[in-house]
C-alpha cells in the first residue's frame, strides 16, 4: 500500500502561482476576524499557526508579511486532479481520501516490483512526477504492508519524506509513537488513555482486548487493539463515494450533564468540520446520534437551507437537537454528523468580513486586510472592494493578470504576477475599476492561460 499527503497542499499552491510568496510565511483561510486556518506553510507553522486555529490567533502568532489569504478551490482540485491521474498511472485501485491525500494498491498492478528496493524505486519517481506535474508541489510518501503502516509512514519525514516500512518491522515503527497518531485516537480518546497511563502505542498494545473495550467501547475498543499490533486489512476502495461525514464517542461512564455533553458535541463537530473542509465538501443535514444507558439509539437531525462545512454552526445545531432529546438516563454514546454533501461551497470559513470603516489598507509588507477583528457594516454601506478578497485572482484589461493583495477605502491592490512570472509589481486601484475584473486561476503550465473554472 502506497499513501500519498502533499504538503501544506493549499499554501503550496498558493505560493506557486504567486511567486513574491515564495519562502514566506502564508496562511489559508477566513481573513475575517471569525475565521478559520484552512492550511498553514511550513514557514507560517514556524510560528505556530496550525490547521482548525482561529485566524486572528495565527495573525498574532505570526510575524509582519505573513500572507493571509481566502481560498482558490477551483486551483486547488485543478493540481489535486493533475496528481489523482498520475496516481492511476500506478494502479487501478486508487482512493482518494481528500483533494491532498490518497491510497494506492500497488499490488493490483500486477507489474510492480514490490521488494523494499522496488517500491522505494516507485516512491522516488511518484514524487519526482508530482513535483514536475504541479510546478513545484510537493508530496511525503508512505509505504507499507497495509493503510496503517503506509499513512504513518508518509507522516513520519515530512515535508517532501518518502518512508518505506519494510514487511516484518510493523511494530518496531509503531510502538514507539503517540497514541494520537492512530487514527482512532481523538482528543477524547487520547485523555480516557493517558489517565490509564497509555501515551505511546507500545503501551496501548500492551492493553488487554478486554481493557480497550471496558474503556472505549465493544467496536472502538476492539478496533484500538487491532491498531496497536499493526492489524490492519482494509482494502483500496477506488473512487469511493462519500455520503456522509461523522463522528461518534463512547463514554466510560453514562453522562447526563448537558455541559459536559455540549462540549464533546464541540469536539465532534470540530473534527467533523476539519475532515469537511479538508475534502472539500459541505453538508446540508447535521445529524446528532444518541445511545442511551439501556442500549436505545435513537438519531435527530435538521436540514439547513444552505451547505456549511463550518464547525461552529454544526455544533450549535448539535447541541439543539441534544436539548430537545434529552439526556434521561444517561447517554453512553454521543455522534455527531454531517450528510447530504456536495463539493465545497464558501462558507464561514473562507468569509469575507468586511473592513472597519477608516481601516487602512495594508502596509507593503503585510499581505492581509486587517490585523484586527472586523464587524460587518449595514448591507446599505457596502464599500466597492467588498467585491475583492486576498489571493483572488483577478484579471486587469491594461495591466495584465495578478491578484488582490489587500483592500480597503475605496480602493483594491493587486501584485501583478504569475506562476511562472518574477515577483511582480502592486498597484492600487479604485476598487470599481472598470478594467478591473475577477478571473479564473492562471494555469501554471503555460504562461498567460486560465484554466476553465471546476
Sequence with gaps: MLHLDLDAFFAAVEQRDKPSLRGRPVVVGGVGGRGVVATASYEARAFGARSAMSTAEARRRCPSGTAFLGGRFAAY??????VMALLRELSPLVEPASLDEAYVDLAADGAHDLSVEGVTEIGRRLKARIA?????????????????MAKIGSDLQKPDGLVVVPPGAELDVLHPLPVTRLGGVGPATAERLHQIGVTTVGELAARSLADLVALAGKAHGAGLHALARAEDDRAVVADRGVKSVSHEETFERDLTDLDVLGREID?????VGERLRTSAFSGRTVTLKLRRYDFTTLTR????PQATDDSRTIAAIARRLLTEAGTQGGLRLLGVGVSGLSVYAQGDLFAEDLLLPGAAEPLPDVVSVVDAPEEPAPAAELPAERRWWPGQDVRHEELGPGWVWGRGLGRVTVRFEGPLTPPGPVRTLAADDPLLQAADPPDWRTTGVLIDPV
Design 77 to 82: 482540485r485543478a493540481t489535486s486532479d493533475v
Design 132 to 148: 514536475e506535474a504541479t510546478g513545484g508541489v510537493t508530496g511525503s510518501v508512505g509505504i507499507g504492508t497495509s493503510k496503517l
Design 267 to 271: 469536539s465532534m463537530a470540530a473534527r
Design 301 to 304: 437531525s435538521q436540514t439547513l
